[in-house]
């Protein structure tokens, strides 16, 4: 869902026997095709995924920087939880979510990069309050969201220095040590300040078992039955 010009859809293609893509925008879902022309399994959607008949239940289905965007999809007074109950009734029953997010406490935003959405400094730390189009989530928030849709089992993982273009994805069971992100303090679509040296910031959140909570994203892996962490 929210495929926009096939950033993954590739990707997929090679790991899935059948891949169906949805996006609201006909122009990327164009880009979309004819960047994977050469693909047989591939079929492209443009529309509200909402208002389709799609065909059955599905083992897997993405909300890859989508979920932040529900409020467009006309989804009512509580559009992030009603996104994630839409997604459930499309998932066979063992189906597994994926969710990539920015965090709204991630460091980074901390200390000088602007939000990825607004190009604001600050924006998504003071709540976005200029803003009616977009949200971001903590750590929280998120997994709360998730098991008030019935989404037991989330697993998050920690991509370092974004999801978008990882270094680095660290898990519950393999945070990292002190020093280790010393080589990914990066931000690589805006200008931003430096207002602080956020490496050794990192070493002394990591000291203070901070990690998770400033975490700059999140991918997680969200099913209907408990998972156990990896």
């Not at 409020?71 to 509580?78: A, H, P, R």
């Not at 519950?172 to 280790?180: F, R, T």
């Amino acid at each position: 869902i929210g495929s926009g010009c096939g950033a993954i859809t590739g990707a997929f293609s090679k790991m899935a026997r059948k891949v169906d893509t949805i996006d609201l925008s006909k122009k990327r879902s164009l880009i979309n095709a004819y960047r994977h022309k050469d693909k047989s399994n591939i079929r492209i959607h443009v529309g509200n995924f909402l208002d389709m008949n799609l065909p059955g239940k599905y083992d897997w289905i993405s909300l890859i920087g989508v979920f932040e965007y529900a409020k467009e999809f006309g989804l009512g007074e509580d559009p992030y939880r009603t996104m994630l109950l839409k997604v459930k009734q499309l998932l066979k029953p063992d189906g597994k979510l994926i969710i990539a997010i920015e965090n709204k406490f991630g460091l980074k935003y901390w200390a000088g990069c602007r939000e990825d959405h607004t190009g604001k400094l600050f924006d998504n730390i003071q709540g976005y309050p200029d803003s009616a189009h977009v949200v971001t989530f903590s750590r929280n928030e998120l997994e709360n969201l998730l098991r008030s849709a019935g989404f037991r089992g989330n697993t998050f993982y920690y991509p370092m220095p974004d999801y978008k273009l990882p270094k680095s994805i660290y898990s519950e069971s393999h945070l990292p040590k002190k020093g280790e992100i010393r080589d990914q303090i990066v931000n690589f679509d805006q200008d931003r300040l430096y207002l602080f040296d956020e490496r050794l910031a990192w070493d002394e959140l990591l000291k203070a078992d901070q990690f998770c909570f400033f975490a700059n994203s999140f991918l997680v892996i969200s099913s209907l039955e408990e998972a156990a962490h990896d």
